[in-house]
């Protein structure tokens, strides 16, 4: 009975493969820390990924298996969680199409990530009906399970306020059964690739939690530190090294007091500083490495968990949606449904 009342939170991510410290420090980890708390619902957003990658969607299927893996091996508990995969479960498809009969056009094209998108994948023909309606298979994602809470980055702000105008006109329009969901903004660190620009894959400059020990930490050894900084003998600057962010997530607060003093007082080269943050970081990922090729050895065992995930999802997603086509009284006098 407990759990009915537990609050419900929701999130996805598209299938972009194995994960980097920067989905890891800047999303998974919130994701972890909150099925403490609620129940909550982490899914494989391939449709979503299908927006843009329609012309070479092959290698999907592999990244989802990947990403999975690294879920599992952070923590995410399927215990605890429901883990499962969008394209499995056709209500989401179903609530979409009909959210799109009432979702005005301008609304969609008014929202910031859709002109950002489009100039910034402008070698692709996105002009599609499916690109645009990335929100309203969000909106659908979100209240199939009626979720309250939506941890997402600042980016993703727009869908979760797009959602919430989807339900109140829902609610409006036939019957109030959704919820008004809220974006969960975690405090983020902010963290660089090694290059010092975005952690990204397709800058070539992310740390992944799949890196064997002695890559991570060769990776640590060349990432750019403190760029006021020229020589050994300079006195250096903490809150402007890009690798000290890493530090601060890795490093005991007494230890970082230490370096803090020692940097600015160039006792401490950054050569050994990123020794000190290497050692740290391994130490740290070593555990979620190794369970991650205890899945990766397994992929029965990940297809099961995705299997049960599903099963569950879907539960609850039929249950919404016998309620949506109840409000909207869509032939219902004679029961055509097989
Ligand atoms: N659009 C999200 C992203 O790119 C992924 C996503 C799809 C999502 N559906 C969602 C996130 C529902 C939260 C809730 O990161």
């Not at 980055?153 to 979760?160: A, R, S």
């Not at 963290?191 to 060769?218: F, H, Q, W």
């Not at 997603?317 to 869509?330: D, S």
């Amino acid at each position: 009975m407990a759990e009915e009342t537990k609050r419900r939170i929701l999130s996805g991510m598209r299938p972009t493969g194995k994960l980097h410290l920067g989905n890891y420090y800047g999303a998974l980890y919130n994701w972890l820390k909150l099925q403490e708390e609620y129940e909550c619902y982490y899914f494989v957003a391939d449709w979503h990924a299908l927006t843009t990658e329609y012309d070479a969607p092959q290698p999907l299927g592999g990244y989802i298996a990947e990403m999975v893996i690294d879920w599992l091996a952070v923590g995410l508990d399927p215990q605890r969680s429901t883990i499962f995969v969008q394209s499995a479960i056709p209500e989401h498809a179903e609530l979409y199409l009909i959210f799109g009969m009432f979702t005005p056009v301008p609304w969609l094209e008014r929202v910031p990530t859709y002109k950002d998108q489009m100039q910034e994948l402008s070698h692709k023909e996105l002009a599609t009906y499916g690109f645009l309606g990335y929100p309203v298979l969000q909106a659908a994602d979100i209240l199939v399970y009626k979720a309250h809470g939506v941890p997402v980055g600042v980016d993703q702000v727009p869908h979760v306020e797009m959602t919430r105008e989807i339900a109140r006109r829902f609610n409006h329009l036939y019957k109030p059964i959704f919820p008004e969901p809220e974006a969960l903004l975690a405090e983020v660190p902010k963290l660089t690739g090694t290059d010092g620009r975005k952690m990204s894959k397709s800058y070539d400059n992310c740390i992944y939690l799949s890196d064997p020990p002695e890559v991570m930490a060769r990776k640590v050894s060349r990432m750019v530190t403190d760029v006021g900084r020229p020589y050994r003998k300079d006195p250096g600057e903490p809150d402007r090294c890009l690798a000290f962010p890493f530090h601060r997530l890795n490093l005991p607060v007494e230890k970082i007091e230490e370096i803090m003093t020692a940097c600015r007082s160039a006792e401490l080269g950054c050569v050994e500083c990123k020794k000190l943050l290497a050692e740290a970081l391994v130490a740290n990922l070593t555990p979620i490495y190794e369970k991650r090729r205890f899945y990766e050895a397994r992929p029965d065992m990940v297809r099961e968990v995705l299997l049960q995930g599903n099963k569950q999802a879907r539960e609850q997603a039929r249950r919404t949606m016998h309620e949506v086509r109840e409000a909207i009284a869509f032939h219902l006098d004679f029961q055509l449904w097989v």
